[in-house]
C-alpha cells in the first residue's frame, strides 16, 4: 500500500506544530508502524520543523509546508519554510534526536529557505 502525497501549509509558528506532528503518526499509523516508532516520528517532525522555523515568525507571513507520502513501513516527509533569515544549527542533543529517530535526514538552507527531509523506515 502506497499513499498519495498529503501536502500541510500552514503558519511558520510553533503552536501550528501539532498539525504536522498529528499528520506524520497518523500516516504513519495508516502505513503500519508500532507505537514506539510513530513517536519517533512524532519527536524528527517536531525537531525538523522547528529547526526550519528557527526565526522564521508566523506574524511576517513565514509559511512552512510539508509533503507526507510513504507506502508500508517507509514514511517520507519533505519540507520547507521561508521566508528564514538564518542558517539553523542542529546541536548535539537534536542531532542525537533526529539519528535516532529518522532513518535519515537532512536540512539545508539557501536564498531565505529552509528545506528538510527525512526517511523513516518500520525497524524490522
Known sequence: MSTAPITLRMPAGTAFLRYARVTAATLADDLGFDVEQ????????????ALAIGDGDDRNGAQIELQLSGERGHVVIEGQCSPVAETPVIDSIAGALLSHSTTSFSLEHADSVCRFRLDKRQAS
Open 38 to 49: 510513530i513517536e519517533q516520528l512524532r519527536i524528527a517532525v517536531d525537531e525538523l520543523c
